[in-house]
Structures are given as C-alpha cells and as structure tokens.
C-alpha cells in the first residue's frame, strides 16, 4: 500500500461507519437521512459530545427502570436496565482515558470513540419503547396509585356491608387492564423493531398506543371520582363506628363514677346518663340503620348525610355527659373520660 492509499483506506471505513451511524439515529426518531455526497467524507462524532448525548441516554434509560410500574413490563424493564448498564459502562470507560499515558491514549480514544458511535445507533427500539412509556408515565403512576387507595377504601366498605363497592371496583379494574395490556403489547412490537400501524385516511390511528394512552386517561378520570366516592363513603362509616364507641365508652365512664361518687352527683347527672343510655336504646338503632344504608348502596351524599345526622346526635350527648360526671369523676380519683 503507498502512503497516499493509507489515508484514503482509513478515511473510507470512517465514511462508511459514520452512514451506519447516521442510518441507525434515523430509526430512532423516524426520519429518512440524506445520503452523503460522493466522495465525502462524513465527520466522526466528537468524543466529548458523544460522552454527553449517551449519558443522557443512560441515566433517561436508568430511571425509566427503576419505576415501580415498570415491572409490569419486564420486556421493557429488562430493555431499559440492560441499554443503562451498557451506556454506564461506555461512560466509565470514556472517563478511564484520563490514566492513560501519552503512547496509549491515541488508540485507546479511537477505540472509546468507535464503541461509543456503536452505542449510539445501536438500540433505536429501545428508544422507542421509552418514549411511548415517558409519554404514558405521569398516568400510568396515577392510575396505579389509585389503584391502592381504591382498593384499601372499598375494602373498608365492603367489611361494613358495602357489597357495591367491589362490583364498581371490578369494573374500574377492567379498564385498567385493557390499558395495560394494549401498552405491553405496543412496547413488545416496539422492541421487536415493528412499526406502528400507520393513521387511516379517515382518522387517527387505532393501535395498541393509542388505545393505551386512550384507556389509561380513562382510568385516571373515572379511578380519582371512584376513589372519591369510596373515600366518603368509609369516611363516613368509620366516623359513625368511632363515635358509637365513644359514646359507649363515655356512659361506662359515668356509670363507673355514679357507681364511686352517687352522693357527689347532682340529679340532673343522673339522669343525662339514662338519657343516654335511652338514646342508646332507640333513636341510636335507626340513626345506625340508616348510615349501613348508604355504605352498603356506596352513595356518598347518603353516607354523609347519615354521619352529619349521627354526629349531630352523639355529640351533644357525649359533651352533656363530660360536663355532668367530670368533677366527680375527679374528686374520686377515675380522672378524665377516654377519647
């Protein structure tokens, strides 16, 4: 080979590496690139931009991985993990140039800047897959937070009676798996380097990423007034539970101090314990009967107009009766009433 051959040999495996490189990038966002002109000889990447761009990449890759919804992908996960890990290495290496000395570090860059122009062209497919996930991420996280709460609220219903509840769960749920189901399907062709289908003449197109995206911003509206709606509804159960305790646990109080301290009680003490205990007895029962209704029918204006109604029953009671036995519960040493 004569000297002047060697420097046209060398600048052709360059022209060639850097039209796969080029072609590669293209298949990443969608483009077709322009062909180089003939007998040009196209740049190679700079190190130190390179360096950047694929650390972006790595650490876009490495925390669209360590999502909590990402697992249920784990074609994705497993894309994303192992794209991350191979761009953390390239980086390490990139850096690792530093400790060469001045004879080994030419050719130790050159390989480093070959790796890297590979690295960058080398998974358009997980590219893609991240994008439809990045796009998706803000209500996918949504959905399957609501998904908990719906879940713990309704429970709370359901142990009251509330046998509604897990019927409009149920149907929730179902929508939510159509939207998870569509977007595994979507990444998965992604991955496998198909291509969406393309946008019919009469509309947009109904793929898979579409119908994602579609069902997952479904989810997310009916998910936030479902949950509302489970939430006052147990709300409202739990509050009638709490307060029938605390009245229950306000008469023992005074039946312990009248049984301690009766010369210390005034008549009307007396009998604001048998009104309570009375209380107990009748309009209690009904009161009671009716917030079941309305947690077993899931209906919140119900639940919440049942609680207001047994509130604004108990509460008085609970105070009249504090006010009547607490010196003497006091002077007897039974001290203060339990919350």
């Keep these: 080979m004569t000297a002047a051959a060697a420097p046209r040999r060398a600048r052709g495996r360059r022209g060639v590496l850097a039209v796969v490189v080029a072609w590669s990038l293209a298949a990443c966002g969608g483009e077709t690139p322009a062909a180089p002109a003939a007998g040009a000889a196209a740049p190679r990447a700079d190190l130190a931009t390179l360096r950047s761009s694929l650390e972006a990449e790595q650490r876009r890759l490495g925390l669209l991985a360590g999502r909590s919804f990402i697992r249920r992908f784990p074609e994705a996960a497993v894309a994303f993990a192992t794209r991350s890990a191979a761009l953390a290495r390239w980086v390490a290496d990139h850096d690792a140039l530093a400790d060469f000395d001045a004879a080994s570090a ?181 009161l009671v009967e009716t917030a079941t209704k309305a947690v077993a029918a899931v209906s919140p204006a119900r639940a919440r107009e049942a609680s207001a109604a047994w509130a604004a029953a108990v509460d008085p009671r609970l105070e009249a009766l504090t006010r009547a036995f607490l010196e003497p519960a006091r002077a007897v040493g039974l001290g203060d009433p339990p919350k």
């Design 106 to 286: 030419p050719a130790a860059r050159a390989r480093v800047l070959e790796q890297g122009e590979t690295l960058a062209g080398g998974a358009p497919q997980a590219a893609a897959a991240a994008d439809l996930v990045e796009l998706l991420a803000a209500r996918i996280e949504r959905v399957y937070g609501l998904q908990g709460a719906i879940l713990d609220r309704a429970g709370e219903i359901t142990r009251r009676g509330g046998g509604d509840a897990q019927a409009r769960v149920d149907a929730w749920n179902a929508g939510v798996a159509v939207a998870e189901q569509a977007l595994r399907r979507s990444l998965e062709d992604r991955l496998a380097g198909k291509t969406p289908a393309a946008a019919p003449a009469d509309g947009p197109a109904i793929n898979d990423a579409a119908i994602a995206y579609t069902n997952y911003g479904t989810a997310e509206t009916e998910g936030e007034t479902l949950f509302k709606d489970l939430d006052a509804v147990a709300g409202a159960a739990i509050d009638v539970e709490a307060r029938r305790s605390q009245l229950d646990a306000r008469i023992a109080w005074a039946e312990r101090v009248a049984a301690m301290a009766k010369d210390k009680l005034s008549a009307g003490a007396l009998a604001e314990l048998d009104r309570a205990r009375t209380f107990l007895a009748s309009e209690a029962t009904a």
